[in-house]
């Protein structure tokens, strides 16, 4: 168990001895306290619980005695904070950091293969998708095909960060015309809203992107990187733009191809959202679902023809940290992911 997600309203996580105990009130017995869950502690690696759920300092203390990191989500999904494990100080590592993040002749190279893989596996998903259909790409498929290993050329050749984020929003807005083609007519994507997400598509790709981001934020403290300083997404207050960076080429392979397979396998249907402030949203029961799937993609072990090795794509995202940090020595060490 990798994972626990503790959405249940009002239930409490408390420690006894190497476990933490989930209570709360049982339909059956709604008068008193009801043993929900049982996880043993040494079977854990992250904790996740809802804004509405308790934990006491004991089980807390135990979680980062442990360096599992937990993390707080909101009513509506959206990322809130986290505790994370003290680690060693990187002094050295952040100086050197501050340093490159500053200087254009390394961004623009780091954002370059960041964006060129994320195009990359945008077209990849595409080219499975068609093939799933049986009888190859049609002639849509094939002129999106085309026209994104163009921009993929195009970017090689880009001068400045604007050049590089017009070629990814013109890139993504061609994508998810033509991924949105593959959705069941019960689900129409028009085109991606995050604040708020305007239908249950836009939902399930903003909490899947929740759920990889505090991963991402969690991967760069471990290894001690600064989350807030990017290459690609500007340095600004407010948000870890790092982990933004280093989280673009797992959304169209992970995120939106998990979205994606939510509804067209019918995990997911219409009872499983709702509507509040002005947007569509993953309800209690929907979120738990989303997050089951989203624990068994991220472990499940696959041969990187890439890498030459069996590997998870949680080994993956955390792998990004590592060669991050590897390149504020050596630029040349930092290769994105690229999907099969």
């Known amino acids: 168990m990798p994972t626990a997600a503790i959405l249940t309203p009002d239930s409490r996580v ?15 017995s709604p008068d008193a306290d009801t043993l929900l869950r049982e996880i043993p502690l040494r079977d854990l690696e992250r904790l996740i619980l809802s804004e509405s759920v308790q934990i006491t300092s004991q089980a807390m203390g135990a979680a980062l005695r442990r360096d599992i990191p937990v993390v707080w989500l ?29 200087d254009p002749a390394f961004c623009l190279p780091a954002a370059g293969r960041i964006l060129a893989a994320k195009l990359y596996n945008q077209r990849r998903i595409l080219q499975r ?69 305007h239908n249950a598509v836009n939902a399930c790709i903003s909490f899947g992107a929740t759920l990889v981001y505090y991963e991402t934020v969690a991967a760069c403290h471990v290894h001690g990187l600064d989350a807030s300083l990017g290459c690609l997404h500007a340095t600004e207050d407010g948000r ?75 080994q993956q995202l955390d792998q990004q940290a590592v060669l991050f940090k590897a390149s504020l020595q050596d630029p040349a060490r930092f290769e994105p992911f690229l999907m099969n």
């Open 129 to 197: 998708l068609a093939a799933n259909r049986g009888d190859g790409p049609d002639a849509e498929t094939k002129a999106t095909l085309d026209w994104l290993e163009g921009i993929l050329a195009e970017l090689a050749r880009a001068r400045d960060l604007a050049e590089l984020l017009g070629y990814e929003g013109t890139a993504a807005a061609r994508y998810f015309r033509h991924w949105a083609t593959f959705l069941p007519e019960a689900f129409p994507f028009e085109r991606r809203s995050t604040r708020p997400p």
């Open 240 to 314: 870890w733009s790092l982990a933004l960076d280093l989280m673009e080429p797992f959304r169209p392979c992970f995120v939106e191809a998990l979205a994606l397979d939510c509804f067209s396998h019918q995990i997911l249907n219409a009872t499983h959202f709702e509507a509040r402030n002005g947007g569509c949203y993953l309800n209690e029961e929907g979120r738990r679902k989303f997050i089951l799937q989203y624990e068994r993609r991220m472990e499940r072990q696959f041969l990187s023809e890439h890498t030459g090795h069996r590997t998870t794509l949680r």
């Open 74 to 102: 909101g009513h509506s999904g959206q990322f809130l904070g986290s505790f994370m494990p003290a680690t060693p100080a990187h002094g050295r590592a952040r100086l050197e950091q501050y340093r490159r993040t500053s």
């Open 14 to 28: 408390r420690l006894h001895r190497e476990h933490l105990e989930v209570v709360g009130r049982d339909e059956s």
